[in-house]
């Protein structure tokens, strides 16, 4: 672990230096507060510092106050070094959003003790993290395809809504469904299906932009969210159905010819128009589609009911 040691005098740096290289860390060292504020603007910055409070450019109590000011969501663990360790110090230190002191000339075996509770407490944020983004994703992501889940999609489809309100710009919303599924799973079985989902939405999503949202809105169902006006979703959604269409599903051995069905709804930047009525819109036109024969895009009626 990196372990940013800011400190202007010399001989403790070299101290310092000597220690916490023999204790396995990695000493980054600088000898004033703003070299240490711009070490610790890079990307990769250590999360374990070493502060002098007495130091040219910024004092190890200023560093603290703006790295607490920066609100990072994983903030460095900073302990405080200063020669005067009185008590109304340390409060203040700690109140600035230090998290530990150490009185200089300070105890070997104390600061060793010292700098390893602070790499126990980032070890223990870094989980904490990772566990909440862990959450935060399956929140969002649907667990077989690893596309955006209903709700997500759904909320990215109304962000898109309201981009094309304000901006008063063309956006549109497919419904694209895989056709006779049920047969899918009836003839190659249950695991063969899954496998034809996630190659379905692997296809689909190699053709879309990045400003393009695709969700599974159901079972065999899935939702795109296009920045584009109708012309531009409906061949979009050609695109993509021919090359499902196209492509021989090879699994398990088995070559699995697979079609999907969509109805597109669109929205031009001066309609006020509900979501439900967008998607009412596009379901229609999936029916269509579905109706018309299969394997084919079906833009919806541009009469939708208003607000
Ligand atoms: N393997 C698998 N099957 C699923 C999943 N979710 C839904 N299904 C199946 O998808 C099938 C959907 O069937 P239907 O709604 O009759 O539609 P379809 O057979 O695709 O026919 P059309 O849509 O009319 O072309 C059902 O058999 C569901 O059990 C899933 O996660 N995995």
């Known amino acids: 672990m990196d372990v940013l040691i800011a400190e202007d005098d010399l001989t403790t740096q070299v101290i310092l230096q000597t220690l916490v290289t023999a204790w396995g860390y990695r000493p980054v060292v600088t000898s004033d507060g703003r070299e240490a504020w711009e070490v610790l603007q890079q990307p990769d910055a250590p999360k374990l510092l070493l502060l002098d409070w007495e130091m040219p450019g910024f004092s190890g109590l200023e560093l603290c106050k703006k790295l607490a000011e920066q609100a990072d969501e994983n903030p460095p663990y900073i302990i405080l070094l200063t020669s005067h360790a009185e008590t109304d110090r340390i409060v203040e230190g700690l109140a600035s959003g230090a998290h530990d002191f150490i009185g200089k000339p300070f105890d070997k075996a104390e600061l060793q003790a ?59 919303v497919a419904l694209v469904d895989i056709d006779h599924f049920k047969r899918i799973n009836d003839s190659y079985g249950h695991p063969m299906g899954d496998e034809v989902l996630i190659r379905v939405a692997e296809t689909m999503q190699t053709c879309l932009s990045a400003d393009d949202s695709l969700g599974r809105f159901g079972g065999e169902e899935f939702l795109v969210a296009i920045d584009s006006d109708p012309d531009g979703a409906a061949r979009l959604m050609e695109e993509l159905r021919t090359k499902i269409a196209e492509i021989p599903f090879c699994l398990a051995d088995q070559t699995v010819n697979v079609t999907v069905s969509a109805g597109i709804a669109s929205l031009s930047g001066d309609d006020s128009l509900r979501l439900d009525d967008l998607l009412a819109a596009a379901d229609r036109a999936l029916y269509q589609a579905k109706a018309d024969g299969r394997n084919q895009v079906v833009l919806a009626e541009t009469d939708l009911p208003l607000l």
């Open 114 to 172: 010292r700098l390893s509770v602070g790499r126990r407490m980032l070890e223990m944020q870094r989980k904490l993290i990772d566990a909440q983004q862990q959450l935060a994703y399956e929140a969002t992501h649907d667990a077989l395809t690893h596309l955006l889940n209903r709700r997500a999609v759904l909320k990215a489809l109304q962000a898109l809504v309201s981009k094309s309100m304000s901006e008063h710009s063309c956006m549109s």
